[in-house]
């Protein structure tokens, strides 16, 4: 799997977790995180939403998979397989 898609797993399972928290769990710098995230946000698959002094990161579950081997997938059936053993 990408980086991109640890982090989104990552995110999945811990929506409050700082990007630090993110980078140790994922095993890459904390900067790596913020482009990765940004590029997220960018691609409209992830919604950062303020709670307080805290960032939440909301998944938008129903987008569709870019690569055309599996554009027929979306976001949630992928976590869902990935995180179904968690």
Do not use: F
């Given at each position: 799997?990408?980086?991109?898609?640890?982090?989104?797993?990552?995110?999945?399972?811990?929506?409050?977790?700082?990007?630090?928290?993110?980078?140790?769990?994922?095993?890459?710098?904390?900067?790596?995180?913020?482009?990765?995230?940004?590029?997220?946000?960018?691609?409209?698959?992830?919604?950062?939403?303020?709670?307080?002094?805290?960032?939440?990161?909301?998944?938008?579950?129903?987008?569709?998979?870019?690569?055309?081997?599996?554009?027929?997938?979306t976001i949630g059936e992928l976590l869902e397989l990935v995180l179904s053993g968690a």
């Open positions: 799997m990408s980086n991109h898609t640890h982090v989104l797993v990552a995110l999945a399972s811990a929506p409050g977790a700082t990007l630090r928290e993110v980078a140790t769990r994922v095993g890459i710098t904390e900067r790596a995180v913020q482009r990765i995230v940004a590029d997220l946000e960018k691609a409209g698959a992830l919604v950062k939403e303020r709670d307080g002094r805290r960032n939440l990161y909301r998944i938008r579950h129903e987008l569709h998979l870019r690569h055309p081997l599996e554009a027929h997938r």
